[in-house]
């Protein structure tokens, strides 16, 4: 039987392709801005689910508390809760029309 040959020293890794290491880039770009749409949009809704479902659910707790003579759940009932909504589409918008830009560039970026 023949020895067996012994290791020879590896030569390096032949560096990436600068086309896979853009297309790593856009990659780690589009997860880094999902990543960040979907945390917005998780915030975002339990402040609705807070503002919506809580306010009726503790409206007896909320009474005890007055905003400019109102029991607070009658004013959450009547325009709280409206305003709320519009507040959450507006910084909806302002934030997501950031963080799409931002990804714009990324995608701009040169390799």
């Known amino acids: 039987m023949p020895p067996e040959p012994t290791s020879t020293p590896s030569s390096p890794p032949p560096p990436p392709d ?8 856009l990659l780690a770009a589009r997860a880094f801005h999902w990543r960040r749409t979907r945390r917005l949009t998780a915030v975002l809704l339990a402040l ?9 659910f503790f409206a007896r707790e909320l009474a005890r508390i007055t905003v400019f003579g109102w029991p607070l759940s009658f004013y959450m009932a009547a325009q709280g809760a409206a305003l709320v909504c519009l ?16 990804y714009a560039r990324a995608l701009e970026e040169p390799a």
């Open 18 to 25: 600068s086309g896979i290491r853009r297309q790593r880039q």
């Open 48 to 56: 609705w689910v807070v503002t919506g479902f809580c306010t009726v």
């Open 87 to 102: 507040a959450i589409i507006g910084l909806y918008a302002w934030r997501m029309r950031r963080l799409d830009a931002a």
